[in-house]
């Protein structure tokens, strides 16, 4: 399972590092995402990080602002959130993928997920 945390009540222009921890996976590499979901939003790609780290990918909208970052020795996964923004407001949450080499945005490949973490930023 995987199990995020890290979220909170910041204001804008604030940093947040989210912690994503593996346990109990059956297989020990695996592609790395962060999505968010913002209320009556669809769940949204924010970063993805490849089973070893050489591939990375962002969305255009955090390019600069979010650094995605894995530690496979300890079967953890970060974002570091600076320059945070009130349209960042989201629960974020952090999924595995064991079929994609590189990094995919699309939810559907993922195949766990955690219970996200709520990120609010106010103006």
């Known amino acids: 399972q995987l199990q995020a945390s890290g979220g909170g009540l910041v204001q804008a222009g604030d940093s947040l590092r989210l912690s994503c921890a593996a346990s109990g996976l059956t297989r020990s590499t695996y592609a790395v995402g962060w999505f968010r979901q913002a209320p009556g939003e669809e769940r949204e790609f924010v970063a993805g990080?490849?089973?070893?780290?050489?591939?990375?990918h962002y969305v255009d909208s955090v390019k600069g602002r979010f650094t995605i970052s894995r530690d496979n020795a300890q079967n953890t996964a970060h974002l570091q959130m600076n320059s945070l923004k009130p349209e960042d407001t989201a629960v974020y949450y952090c999924a595995a993928d064991y079929r994609t080499m590189g990094v995919t945005t699309t939810p559907g490949e993922y195949d766990y997920w955690g219970q996200g973490t709520l990120v609010t930023v106010s103006s």
């Open positions: 990080i490849s089973r070893f780290g050489s591939r990375i």
